[in-house]
């Protein structure tokens, strides 16, 4: 129906927008813009995205925010890995 399909691309949009920071951050081995107070906000955020998608069943929401939730991750992991190595 239209209104998973607007909350699926309204989803696909906001996921992939994490790409290029991810594909940035590990070319050049340095997150040292990324703050990390608001990457481990937003994962808060996004974990309880997920959650709320469970309860509403809403795959939309659920499949997007754990997605993007892996994307963030991932930048969050390699700053504090780039940082360790400095």
């Given at each position: 129906?239209?209104?998973?399909?607007?909350?699926?691309?309204?989803?696909?949009?906001?996921?992939?927008?994490?790409?290029?920071?991810?594909?940035?951050?590990?070319?050049?081995?340095?997150?040292?813009?990324?703050?990390?107070?608001m990457f481990i906000l937003f994962i808060l955020g996004v974990l309880l995205w997920c959650f709320y998608g469970w309860e509403i069943h809403s795959i939309p929401v659920i499949v997007a925010n754990l997605i993007t939730f892996i994307l963030s991750t991932t930048i969050l992991t390699l700053k504090i890995i780039f940082e360790a190595n400095e």
């Open positions: 129906n239209f209104i998973n399909f607007t909350g699926l691309l309204a989803g696909t949009f906001t996921t992939i927008a994490f790409i290029p920071q991810v594909v940035k951050t590990w070319r050049s081995k340095s997150a040292e813009d990324v703050s990390v107070v």
